[in-house]
């Protein structure tokens, strides 16, 4: 069992900043694909990124390529998202995700094994 806490979501005006954090338990945090996903009032949940188990590749959804940098660190078992530049439109529950198994050749198309509680992040206009 993996369980995942996410913290850093908030209250930002448009064009701020705002870093996620996601702290993963286990021994094994650096054999797992970690993601971050959100869902919006009345939409589906989508991917923003994922990030490789090594933390050599990235995956980042268009609409936050170049505002969003995800990264972790194996020896913490921490997974952080970093948001700049943020729109009313990133207004979302943020979801932090991990995936266990045989790591993907296309970790967009991650499909989580384990989900954080979700943390709230509002951007006002």
């Known amino acids: 069992q993996v369980q995942l806490v996410e913290s850093g979501g908030g209250l930002v005006q448009a064009g701020g900043s705002l870093r996620l954090s996601c702290a993963a338990s286990?021994?094994?945090?650096?054999?797992?694909?970690m993601g971050w996903f959100r869902q919006a009032p009345g939409k589906e949940r989508e991917i923003v990124t994922a990030?490789?188990?090594?933390?050599?590749?990235?995956y980042y959804a268009d609409f936050v390529k170049g505002r969003f940098t995800v990264s972790r660190d194996n020896a913490k078992n921490m997974v952080y998202l970093q948001m700049n530049s943020l729109e009313p439109e990133d207004t979302a529950v943020y979801y932090c995700?991990?995936?266990?198994?045989?790591?993907?050749?296309?970790?967009?198309?991650?499909?989580?094994?384990?989900w954080g509680q979700g943390t709230q992040v509002t951007v006002s206009s």
């Open positions: 995700a991990a995936e266990t198994g045989p790591e993907r050749i296309t970790i967009a198309t991650m499909r989580p094994t384990y």
């Open positions: 990030i490789t188990r090594s933390g050599g590749g990235m």
């Open positions: 286990g021994r094994t945090f650096s054999s797992y694909t």
